[in-house]
């Protein structure tokens, strides 16, 4: 009897935990197209402050009044959290770019527009916009970065030697230099060809570059979801996405613009205060919007331009800030492109 009594408290401590966790889960954020769970998307709220952001299930528990579904490469939507339940279906944003035909003494260059969001303690360390192109040499696969344009603001603390208040960097921004690739000839109809590769943390992403020798067609290919990373440590959620531009259908239409997106979220112990953890939050948002075919002397001689200019326009791919801008770098310093 008693083994009956402790089995019957163990499946309804079970069904307990299983319709609580129904009952917080609102909704689900996922692919119109794949129906697949998308991770690193931003609920906010009327004010355009971020609520929460969606792990690895795509699940929102946020249910008080309308929100704003917001991810790097889909149209926004809005919805009202209070009554929404099943899937809210984000569709991709069509962006077509034309096929790219190299020879192996050509370059490819990606341009594409980025943002870089630092915060410790929810306040607003540094921040950077602007446009970037990327240089591969088709030969040796080495990517070169030039900053075309950016504004960035930085917390004037960050100019001290020593300061344990602030999490010491670094603050590194995107560079598709900094992405293992492979490479492989062939692609498949439906999502691309895919190879996977260990990176050095042990984690399998699938992230590869293809050459289609019989199409004369030279593209980077990055699967989606399949580089979603998030960690299990109670003090650090980290997690990746990657997305790509690749053949959809037998007609080699195209869907999507390549996008990289980084969020780590994790406490830094200082060594004046160790109770007091400081909280720190990197997001990263790479979107490209062009890929294009150079002759060697072309591309060296743009590489050898290390002009940057403030003055420029913004290209609206990237989703909205989670935050008030203006009000927030009105006691931060302006500089040029810098990671610290």
């Known amino acids: 009897m008693n083994g009956q009594n402790l089995f019957v408290k163990l499946l309804y401590i079970i069904c307990f935990l299983l319709s609580s966790t129904v009952v917080n889960a609102q909704f689900r954020v996922v692919d119109s197209e794949t129906l697949e769970p ?4 931003y609920v906010l709220d009327e004010h355009g402050r971020m609520l929460e952001m969606t792990e690895a299930d795509g699940l929102v528990k946020t249910n008080n009044g309308k929100v704003t579904i917001t991810m790097m490469a889909y149209e926004p939507v809005v919805v009202d959290a209070s009554i929404q339940k099943g899937n809210v279906k984000l569709q991709p944003k069509a962006f077509d770019l034309s096929e790219v035909v190299v020879s192996p003494n050509d370059y490819i260059k990606y341009s594409a527009v980025f943002r870089d969001v630092y915060r410790n303690n929810n306040k607003l360390i540094i921040y950077r916009e602007g446009i970037v192109d990327f240089y591969q040499d088709c030969k040796t696969k080495k990517y070169t970065r030039r900053v075309r344009a950016c504004r960035q603001w930085t917390d004037k603390r ?9 999490f010491l960097g670094p603050y590194p921004s995107t560079n598709l230099g900094k992405i293992n690739t492979v490479e492989r000839d062939g692609v498949s109809y439906v999502s691309g060809d895919s190879t996977y590769f260990k990176a050095m943390n042990g984690d399998a992403r699938a992230i590869l570059n293809i050459n289609d020798s019989i199409h004369g067609v ?6 989606n979801l399949k580089t979603g990373i998030q960690t299990s440590h109670p003090l650090i959620k980290w997690n990746t996405s990657i997305c790509d531009w690749t053949y959809k259908n ?3 239409s195209l869907v999507n613009v390549a996008y990289c997106s980084t969020y780590h979220d994790f406490s830094y112990r200082s060594p004046k205060n160790p109770l007091k953890p400081i909280d720190v ?4 948002e790479l979107y490209i919007t062009g890929v294009t075919a150079m002759k060697k002397d072309e591309a060296k001689a743009e590489m050898k331009d290390k002009s940057q200019t403030r003055d420029f326009v913004l290209p609206d791919y990237l ?10 770098i009105q006691d931060m310093k302006q500089t040029k492109f810098d990671e610290y």
């Open 38 to 41: 998308l991770i690193g998307v």
């Open 319 to 328: 989703p909205q800030n989670t935050f008030n801008l203006e009000e927030e």
């Open 281 to 284: 939050t990197m997001a990263c």
């Open 250 to 252: 037998a007609n080699r």
């Open 158 to 166: 960050l100019d001290r030697i020593f300061n344990f208040d602030i």
């Open 218 to 223: 030279y593209r980077s290919v990055i699967d």
